[in-house]
């Protein structure tokens, strides 16, 4: 039996390498060669134990690399092809997939995710990918893996906000938090057509490449109140669409007091803890407020259209990786990541 | 100066009787000549003093009767004719208006809503209505007073609550609390093709008249619990749209526990106190949940489209009247109505 | 080699019944014993060659059974259960299909239409499903046949001809030709909301039919001008929808001269020939207009909830039944229904 | 009584410039002194007797400039304030404009189009604009006249054409014409995410400035075929949606013909004579293909968001304004416009 190194998560506290063994195709699966990986911030939630998964798993759900063998039901690929797999891999047939639902596939919430969740992930030399036909997307010669690194999650959630939101053109957008998330939902929020893009954070790196990707106005919340800003800036009209990229209370809330009657609170957070709702700002409940939740959209058409975007140049998120490790080296990369060291935003893993 | 009565906001605790001038018509006003009236649950609110208004204030938001003036910018109206008036009066010519927030009119939250709030209500002889080319509608000969007394705030309101929900057919929805609106949201949801509806409510006899309008399935939270009957019932899928019509923390939370991953919080209550997010219910974050709040839609289109449904006898609501007044006796009918005695459910005051 | 009886199309002018093997069972494919199936109109243009396929194909696209047989990928599926599988099998894998494109899977035009059409379809004691993850829905015991067997096509097409025009509450509608289709969009209008709907046929028993489904005016267009009714109808307005569900010049014209402007003609019928706009009721292309047209919606979740719709009893199509056959004499329901005798609207085939 | 300038269209083939007195204003008028306006085609197409319009009225629809006089349910607003008002000038209170298709105010098609159509327009010192708080949008000061000139038409209308396409971020977009709208369509294909632009046109000279404005690829339809070369860039998939922008046949149909099912073709063009729908391109009404037109959006909110694009600098349309005449040269103006010379887009028109 052959074997592979893999990153699994033993115990909290806890993500090593080890030998496992490269998994065996079934008749709707490819197998997937990586060549490049990295690592979310979920994946050190996963590592701290605040996001349970079973030990032994192997984590992470970004993979890009080349196709090693496909089941006997997959058609219309090669072996040897370069291809991304976002980190949501639907199967496409169930009822929430043919309703749209893909991230929500098999009808139990976040069913779609299963890369590190609820099946092995890609931080690996070998990653299973189930459902192929849905998942498996050509990466086109002229990009290179990093260039397309951030498609399978970061770039596809960030967007996602700003399309949830139904940002329009001429819309005032506050994004708070400017992590990898929160700068692609900028990015997404001038990709929509925003005219008026509020970026909030605390690092002055990450807004400056906030600034780079779409940002109209900056705010460093340790040295200015964003709803002051934000409402003084709209005359006190506040922002048509407010998206939440951190999962806080604090941030939560403050897009519920910069957004407009009538506005949108677009949310890709993960929570923990207690989540309230502050009436005052939500009109007790008669502000027309919408406030839609997003879990990364995926499968192939997703990944195909992310890859459009990057192959015609209209956001460049290369800055968003700043260190690279190989896969041997993993656990060093988690503990940078984990501990947000040396202006670390995003890593890249080869093999 | 000519005088009328109004039911007049003196203090918490104190709605009465008063002489009022009748009101003077500006360019772009009517003054209305009441013919049936009634009482809303918001007014009990702001008799009790739970919701704030000017001292002096006329009470009332769902008006029918005749117009008795129009100002001289006001066309296509006579004398003497039969029309209704939203309880919100948009102007139709502000940003949010124009942006099809009529219920924000202005700007500010709940902006739309006038009568008995911002201006003077229509619990009163005459009413003043603002901006009358955007809220006058004529009422069809062969509808009387009672079945369109309801157009103005109940069912507009309710329907809006199927509405936002995006209910389609074939959809499972749950509608808590079967007071007026959550009765005017059961039968919204059978009117956009809901195949499967839980009404959940403790009183049998608002159950009743539920199953009438379009619930398939009657759930007394007191002698059952609605988030086991409808996740048996849906066989662990939940509904696809849950409509809270009452404004507690208890209705929202059921709302969340009984909806599918990627549904939909339809909210029309109107929340006090606090009201918090349960994280389980809501996967974090990461549910594709969608929270949509919305304030009774206005202006004289939506009320011609009511008039429609009304006039097409898809939907009898005269059920909902249950008790009559006149204007006299107004202080009687809010001590009935506040203390929901003798199982009223809406009362008709004329003058 | 087992063999079973499949109605072949030979040439045109020829469907015959035919003994063919069993097909075989692939991976992802399931084999449905034929209990009820029944003739399309789509079927009688295959017959007369005004829609060309291949000598050879069995034809029809509505089937009702039992599982014989699934292949080895298929999973949460018993033998002998008894479904239903939509006209439309999506792959539900494929670009367009994870876009929601189901009918067009594949990408090319009308590619989800696979049964009698690509593939053999179910006019015969057995079909192959493709897919069979995405398109077997299980029928509940309750329903029978008959009263299912709409679902496959005729509902879910007329039903999406009133999705698609996006009917809302209190719309006017209007809806040319009532045959089972027809009657079926007719139904959908009214599940929709719809509150005043205007049913155009020549026949006075499909206008009687219309009525029980939710027509409120039926015009016969040999004794009055469907365009000068509408209009006087709706005051000079004309109709929010209108529904083509023919396919000829007349309807389509007529139906954007009862239209108003910003309004949607939502197009089921399959037009042949020269398809002109009428520039005038067009408004020169300055109406904001929209005309959208729908391909039969399927895939087992489409299933799922018009099987909902059915056991609710919102809406009985039992009527839309009216003769019964034998597979052995399906060359005679085929002249029945080719030349549109004894009132037919929709035959049951039993093998 | 004052007199003032205007362009008056006298016959078919002559618009001259006349005395006429300056309007008087009613109370929910105001009086606009011009101080940059515009020629539109539509202007030709009256100057040609192409589109009748009453002898005596006064053309134009662009108005630049600041306020004379307000009526006496006018607020909110300053005499000398400097205001842009769109092309379309809606009520805002009829049912048309309150159900959101303000473009067909009073419910007759194109009725919000009112300044140089159904009232005299602004090719001149002054023009009246109705319901004047529906439509006044004061200029940020920062804002020439000439950097906002293109918004009460052409922006607002190209624009339109990708707002009604619905394009998403990573689409597929084809513009059919690059004259001023076609240019503005590119640009707004741009604005919403589309990341593939095919621009067509037989001008290099506009083809160039398509690029400068989002095209991805250009196409002179004199020397390449569009549609080969579009299907032959989209894999044979063809575009998500396809954009006509000048009201022709040939247009029209091409845009049929690179669009892939499900696609939507949003139309701009008025056509005149008679328009085909090509069966083939067309799927015979079974493609899931939508037609989408658009009237010009206007309305102060409108209006506001438009120049906050402007502001932003998402958008640089001054290469779009090639020529400048003073309002007394406007017989010029309209022979060199009419006649297309000097590689003319639009002109500035300054009394």
Partial sequence: MKTMKAAVFVRPGKIELQEKPIPTVGPTDALIKISTTTICGTDVHILKGEYPVRPGLTIGHEPVGTIAAVGSAVTGYELGQRVIVGAITPCGQCSPCLDSQHSQCGGHAMGG????????????????????????????????????LMCPDIMSTGFSGAESGHI??????????????????????KLKGASEIFAIDSINGRLEISKALGATKTINFKTEDPIKVIMDATH????????????????????????????????????????????????????????????????????????????????????????????????????????????????????
């Avoid at 995710?113 to 002229?142: H, R």
């Avoid at 506050?174 to 992590?179: H, L, M, R």
Wanted: charged fraction near 20%.
């Fill in 113 to 148: 995710w299963k890369f590190g969740n609820s099946i092995d992930g890609c931080q690996a030399e070998y990653v299973l990918v189930p459902n192929a036909m849905a998942n498996l997307t050509p990466i086109p010669s002229i990009l290179t893996d990093e260039q397309v």
């Fill in 168 to 189: 329009r053109i001429g819309d005032s957008v506050a994004v708070f938090a400017q992590g990898p998330i929160g700068l692609c939902a900028t990015a997404g929020a």
């Fill in 236 to 351: 006190g009209r506040g922002v048509d669409v407010a998206i939440e990229a951190l999962g806080t209370q604090s941030t939560f809330e403050s897009c519920l007091r910069v957004l407009r009657p009538g506005g949108t609170l677009s949310s890709l957070g993960v929570y923990s803890g207690k989540l309230t709702l502050p009436l005052d700002a939500f009109a007790a409940g008669l502000g027309d407020h919408k406030i839609v939740t997003t879990l990364c959209p995926g499968g192939k058409e997703r990944m195909r259209r992310l890859l459009n975007v990057v192959a015609a140049g209209s956001v460049d998120l290369k800055p968003l990786v700043t260190h690279r490790f190989k896969l041997d080296d993993i656990e060093k990369a988690y503990d940078l990541f984990a501990n947000q060291r040396d202006g670390v935003l995003k890593v890249a893993i080869t093999p």
